[in-house]
Each structure stands twice: as C-alpha cells, then as structure tokens.
C-alpha cells in the first residue's frame, strides 16, 4: 500500500466575486481531482487552531500529524532545518524576507509593502542581495552588535540566527498579509528589543535602495529588492519520529523550506527539484519524476505545490486558477495513472493547507476541504472537491488527525 499526501497550498478560499461568486476551487477545471471526491470521502479540516496564525508554519505542522498546539515555537526553525541550520540552546530564528518597497524620498514608515518576496526574486539575484547585505559596513556591523547571523537562501527567503537570547517578546507582523499598506504601522514592536530589528530594516533598505543589483532588477522591468522585513521568530523544535508512528518511510517532494524543514523533523527524506521555484514557473515534470522515484522507495509520499498560494500573494487570480488545474493535470493525474497500471493499492489525502484570499492576499483561518481517496473502495460519495462540499461533509476534524486517518489508525467520526 502506498500513502500520498498532496498539498495544493493556498487553493482554499472564499467566494470571489469576479467569478460569479464561486472560489476558485469551484472555477478551476480539476477532472481527476473531483472524480477522488466523488469515489472517495469529503471532509473540512482546521488546520490553523487559534490562536495561532493562519499560515503554512501551522497548517502543515497539523497536516503532517503534529498538533501546533503542542508543538509550534515558530515558523523559521522549520525552515532552518531544510536549510542544515543546526539551532542551539538560546538561539532564535526570524524569517528576513527580502522584499520590494515604495521608491523614493518618503520617510521609511511612509513606504509600501508592494511585495512580500521582491517580486519572487530567486537565483543569483537573491544571493546577490544577501551578499550585498553582509557586505554593507553599518547593517552587518548592527548585526554582530546584535549577535546575529546570516543565512543566504537563493530565494526570497534568507533566515537570521540571534545567538544566546533564550527567547523573544517582539511582536512582529508577516508582510505577505499587509501588501499595499504603509510600513510605519507593521513594524516590530512590544519588547525593548524591537528597536534593533527596526534598525536592521531601516539599515537594509538603504544598503539596497540604489544597489546594482536592485537597478539591475528594475530596468528589466522587475521588482527590486529594496529591503527586508523580519517575522516568524522561534526556537529549536523537536518533532516526534515519522517513521515510529506510521512504521514506514517517505519523503518530501517540495520547493519552499517550510514544507521541507517540516518533513526533515519528522525523519522524512528531503527531495530537491531543480528548477523547482515554488511559483507557477516550477518544474511541475520535475516533481512528478522526483514524486514517482519516491513511490518506489518509500511507501509515503508528500507532494506539495505553493504556487495557489504565491499567485494570491501576488494578485493573480487566472495565475491560481491555473495552478490548480496543474497540480490536477500534471501532477495528479498522472502520478495514479501510474500507480493504476502497476496495480497498486493507494490511499491518497489531497487537502489546501489554509485558505488565501483573493479580496485581501492574505492568509486566513477557519476550515479547508480535504479528500481522502481509497483506490480499493468506490464510495459513491458523489461530490466535488470545494470549499461548500468539505463545509457540508459531516466530517469536520482536528487537522492533526488527518494523518492518522489517511494511515487508518482511525476512522473518520471517531
């Protein structure tokens, strides 16, 4: 038997009115997906329990079997762990976003967050800002006076480590849920701590606003990264072994950190996909080979897809409904085809982690439609994968339990 679990991230959301009123999970052509649902079992899952954020450091933390109540100290030291930052006792992790900003004279609070990833800056771009930053006298000097560290990542998502602190009471605020609006309000605060990373980012935006490298980027006609944004501060975590509570091996087939870094606490393998960008210009062919070669060494597989969720950030609408009809027609589909003609038995969970808006491109809590499919079992349920079929359901579950249930460890209803 072989256990998928895919994650189409972001797909949920509400009513857009562009669309007549539909979600785009209602709009989107996704014939295999719905064809899962109606053979199999519809349900809505909380995946974000308040109070905790809504966003992907707790919706996947449930989904792979971990109650974020229990487990969650903050998004980033998942995503050191996908990225080989060993945390020690007293260190902290934050998120550093490089991000793109209003232009010009204005005062640093009068500014704009116009993107939380600098328009998805990836590659040598990314590294390049990075290099830009440690090179920068005053920002890498108030880093060491800070003890902090560093780490470069060839996306829009570096991570910084503070040294010997223990813990932090900084309220920080995730930009990719304030785009367009003024910075000033957003910035951290509540703890006498704060002021060093308002520096810090008042620091970056001047090494960054007149760089080569963001002139480069805007007279090609994209966004620069003209600073960064600090968020998602925790400590080391430590997750129960995968393998002890499903006595199998799986890994990870997935292009943002923090779907990897979840997956390496738990003990999974990390698969890396090159050209894998966690945008709609990903490697969909790659991931489907990279997922097919899991399948036949593991008997558990995550396939997880972030593009539904970065074309919300980013506004694109026709960009999330096709992301949806991709990760049906060239992940989905033809990874069971396969399973189909071996003559494999399977049980698959397809799920959105949360929901992104459209109205606002942001995150937000509340329940998501989940599917789980028994290759084995018709149950004539008849209805189509959505956020109104999964609300219907009399299944509503604890995330948390959602593995459990794609392993029959327990039933739905129990």
């Known amino acids: 038997?072989?256990?998928?679990?895919?994650?189409?991230?972001?797909?949920?959301?509400?009513?857009?009115?562009?669309?007549?009123?539909?979600?785009?999970?209602?709009?989107?052509?996704?014939?295999?997906?719905?064809?899962?649902?109606?053979?199999?079992?519809?349900?809505?899952?909380?995946?974000?329990?308040?109070?905790?954020?809504?966003?992907?450091?707790?919706?996947?933390?449930?989904?792979?079997?971990?109650?974020p109540l229990r487990y969650f100290t903050g998004r980033s030291p998942m995503e050191a762990a996908a990225l080989g930052v060993a945390l020690r006792e007293g260190d902290v992790c934050y998120r550093c976003n490089l991000i793109a900003m209003d232009e010009g004279d204005m005062p640093y609070e009068e500014k704009r967050i116009l993107s939380h990833s600098a328009g998805s800056i990836a590659g040598e771009?990314?590294?390049?800002?990075?290099?830009?930053?440690?090179?920068?006298?005053?920002?890498?000097?108030?880093?060491?006076?800070?003890?902090?560290?560093?780490?470069?990542?060839?996306?829009?998502?570096?991570?910084?480590?503070?040294?010997?602190?223990?813990?932090?009471?900084?309220?920080?605020?995730?930009?990719?849920?304030?785009?367009?609006?003024?910075?000033?309000?957003?910035?951290?605060s509540d703890d006498a701590q704060a002021e060093v990373f308002v520096n810090l980012q008042r620091l970056a935006h001047a090494a960054l606003e007149n760089h080569p490298v963001t002139k480069a980027r805007r007279a090609a006609g994209k966004m620069g990264a003209n600073g960064v944004w600090f968020w998602a501060a925790?400590?080391?975590?430590?997750?129960?072994?995968?393998?002890?509570?499903?006595?199998?091996?799986?890994?990870?087939?997935?292009?943002?950190?923090?779907?990897?870094?979840?997956?390496?606490?738990?003990?999974?393998?990390?698969?890396?996909?090159?050209?894998?960008?966690?945008?709609?210009?990903?490697?969909?062919?790659?991931?489907?080979?990279?997922?097919w070669d899991v399948l036949q060494k593991h008997d558990f597989l995550c396939l997880h897809l972030e593009a539904p969720d970065e074309c919300t950030h980013n506004g694109d609408l026709p960009g999330k409904l096709q992301a949806i009809e991709w990760l049906d027609s060239r992940l989905v589909a033809p990874l069971l085809s396969r399973l189909d003609e071996k003559g494999e038995d399977y049980r698959v969970l397809i799920l959105s982690d949360h929901k992104t808006l459209t109205a606002t491109r942001g995150h937000a809590g509340g329940t998501v439609p989940?599917?789980?499919?028994?290759?084995?079992?018709?149950?004539?349920?008849g209805a189509a994968y959505d956020e109104a079929h999964g609300d219907a359901s009399p299944h509503t579950v604890n995330g948390a339990r959602l593995l459990d249930i794609l392993f029959e460890k327990s039933a739905l209803g129990q």
């Open 234 to 291: 925790g400590s080391a975590m430590l997750l129960p072994s995968f393998v002890d509570d499903y006595h199998c091996t799986g890994a990870v087939v997935a292009a943002v950190p923090i779907c990897q870094g979840i997956g390496v606490l738990r003990g999974l393998e990390m698969i890396e996909v090159e050209g894998a960008t966690g945008e709609i210009d990903t490697n969909f062919e790659g991931k489907l080979e990279a997922s």
């Open 125 to 188: 771009d990314a590294l390049a800002v990075c290099s830009a930053l440690k090179s920068d006298p005053a920002f890498s000097a108030a880093l060491r006076e800070a003890n902090m560290e560093l780490f470069p990542s060839p996306t829009f998502r570096p991570l910084v480590v503070q040294h010997g602190v223990g813990k932090c009471g900084v309220k920080f605020i995730p930009p990719h849920d304030h785009l367009g609006e003024k910075c000033g309000g957003l910035l951290p």
């Open 370 to 381: 989940f599917l789980i499919y028994d290759s084995r079992i018709d149950t004539k349920c």
């Open 1 to 67: 038997m072989k256990y998928l679990l895919i994650i189409g991230d972001g797909m949920a959301d509400e009513p857009v009115a562009s669309l007549g009123g539909k979600t785009p999970l209602q709009t989107a052509k996704k014939p295999t997906i719905d064809r899962l649902a109606a053979q199999g079992i519809i349900g809505a899952a909380v995946n974000c329990p308040p109070p905790l954020p809504a966003g992907s450091e707790t919706a996947i933390l449930s989904i792979f079997g971990c109650d």
